[in-house]
T-cell receptor, first 114, second 114 residues
């Protein structure tokens, strides 16, 4: 399978704990994106990378959130001191630089903060 | 900045009936337009896209959408739906200049029944 993969698929944590999610994009894609989706809403952009450079971050991304893509391949999204409001589906997508903006999505990581 | 409006949160329809899911957008720059579909417990899949050229675009499973620049709309249609079309449908746009982050609507739940 050469699609976008995410790990874990589900994460349950207690408020105040740190969590880290991983995304492996399609191998030849230079761009990698993180989105957050809550119930009844469309995905909301969080941040994106072109190769290893983080080019844009949403104002939604508080200081408790950090993302990395150290070698321009996989990416991690860390949430520190989780809050109940962080409960959501975290989606990763990738795309080639030249591609008309089409993005390929992974299955998502569902985070539940108790 | 861009915004996308999907006025219908839910659309119930009988099998073999036609359906239209509405999408309107607002943008100060030119955009590419997309429809994504999300089946239960799955990630987002691209259904169809408009980049340029003919304003009517079609998918392999019978859906079509028409880009109307004057009305800033990109409505999705299917002349005869199937039970398997039951899913959440998201309209999205991206700035043609950067072709980076997608801006999504809130989604329309299509519920097909016998």
């Amino acid at each position: 399978d050469t699609g976008v993969s995410q790990d874990p698929r589900h994460k349950i944590t207690k408020r105040g704990q740190n969590v880290t999610f991983r995304c492996d994009p399609i191998s030849e894609h230079n761009r990698l994106y993180w989105y957050r989706q809550t119930l009844g809403q469309g995905p909301e952009f969080l941040t994106y990378f072109q190769n290893e450079a983080q080019l844009e971050k949403s104002r939604l991304l508080s200081d408790r959130f950090s993302a990395e893509r150290p070698k321009g391949s996989f990416s991690t999204l860390e949430i520190q001191r989780t809050e109940q409001g962080d409960s959501a589906m975290y989606l990763c997508a990738s795309s080639p630089i030249q591609g008309g903006g089409e993005q390929f999505f992974g299955p998502g990581t569902r985070l539940t903060v108790l | 900045a861009q915004s996308v409006t999907q006025l219908d949160s839910q659309v119930p329809v009988f099998e073999e009936a036609p359906v239209e899911l509405r999408c309107n957008y607002s943008s100060s720059v030119s955009v590419y337009l997309f429809w994504y579909v999300q089946y239960p417990n799955q990630g987002l899949q691209l259904l169809l896209k408009y980049l340029s050229g003919s304003t009517l675009v079609e998918s392999i499973n019978g859906f079509e959408a028409e880009f109307n620049k004057s009305q800033t709309s990109f409505h999705l249609r299917k002349p005869s739906v199937h039970i398997s079309d039951t899913a959440e449908y998201f309209c999205a746009v991206v700035n043609t200049g950067t072709a980076s982050k997608l801006t999504f609507g809130t989604g329309t739940r299509l519920q097909v029944t016998l």
